[in-house]
């Protein structure tokens, strides 16, 4: 005998599958906010490590600022101590200097060269004066700036030719001069030479002194005619 099912078994499947991807949908969806709550929470966690290094490393770079602030204004100190032991040996070096630079200008005076002006600026010489030829003006020269002394890099910034007539006989030819030379601290020479002592000095002209630099006396010496 044929039996007929009346009962509605395709709405069953239907609704079994149904329930199936709905209990399918919910699993995955619990199973997504998990997986995300548990990242979340991961990162939340890396962001609060994060600021407690950055707050650690903040606090150290207070420290390091305090400390290099603390530098900054010991290091100024040294240079302060160090510009005023520069302008104390400065002061004990020039104690000397007017005696010195008259001395070393005497014995660097070749004969035939006479001084009427001496101004000094800083450590910069103006020699003004007169010669009795080429050759005594160039021996000045060479010797003002000769290797060991105290004199250094000197410059001739005129040389004139004139007559000079003393006896009321023939006139007599002349150089007058200007030099720019500079004078050098008992250390600087000292530097340059190697040793505390100056180069031993040339022959000078007898009757020869140098003006005084404040002064700007008179004449150092004069010509032979």
């Known amino acids: 005998m044929i039996q007929f099912n009346l009962l509605p078994h395709r709405e069953a499947l239907r609704k079994f599958k149904q329930d199936q991807f709905n209990a399918s949908m919910v699993l995955t969806l619990i199973l997504g906010g998990i997986t995300a709550f548990a990242i979340y929470g991961s990162l939340i966690s890396s962001i609060d490590a994060q600021k407690d290094n950055i707050s650690v490393l903040e606090k150290e770079i207070k420290r390091y600022e305090a400390q290099i602030v603390e ?16 302008a104390v040996e400065d002061i004990q070096a020039d104690r000397n200097t007017p005696v010195r630079l008259l001395t070393e200008l005497a014995n660097n005076l070749p004969q035939g060269v006479a001084l009427s002006k001496l101004a000094q600026r800083d450590q910069e010489l103006t020699l003004e004066g007169m010669a ?6 160039s021996q000045f020269l060479d010797n003002l700036g000769k290797a060991g002394g105290w004199f250094s890099k000197p410059e001739l910034q005129v040389s004139e030719v004139q007559s000079l007539n003393p006896t009321g006989k023939l006139p007599v ?9 500079l004078f050098l601290r008992a250390q600087d020479a ?12 040339s022959k000078a002209a007898s009757g020869a002194l140098p003006a005084d ?3 700007k006396a008179g004449p150092v010496g004069a010509p032979k005619v």
Do not use: M, W, Y
């Not at 530098?71 to 520069?86: F, P």
């Not at 009795?132 to 003006?137: H, S």
């Not at 030819?173 to 030379?181: G, H």
């Open 71 to 86: 530098i900054k204004d010991l290091k100024a100190q040294i240079d302060a101590l160090l510009a005023r032991q520069k």
């Open 132 to 137: 009795q030829t080429n050759e005594n003006l």
């Open 173 to 181: 030819k002349t150089f007058k001069f200007s030099v720019k030379v």
């Open 190 to 201: 000292s530097a340059a030479t190697g040793a505390a002592s100056p180069a031993a000095p």
């Open 213 to 215: 630099a404040a002064s």
